[in-house]
């Protein structure tokens, strides 16, 4: 489950990165 988090997270901060760069 914590890998899962951890997963999430990271994909989830790519998403954020996009998006500013946006």
Do not use: H, K, M, P
């Not at 997270?9 to 954020?16: F, I, K, M, P």
Request: hydrophobic share 40%; glycine share 4%; proline share 0%.
């Amino acid at each position: 489950v914590e890998v899962a988090i951890r997963d999430n997270a990271q994909r989830l901060y790519s998403v954020n990165l996009r998006s500013i760069g946006r």
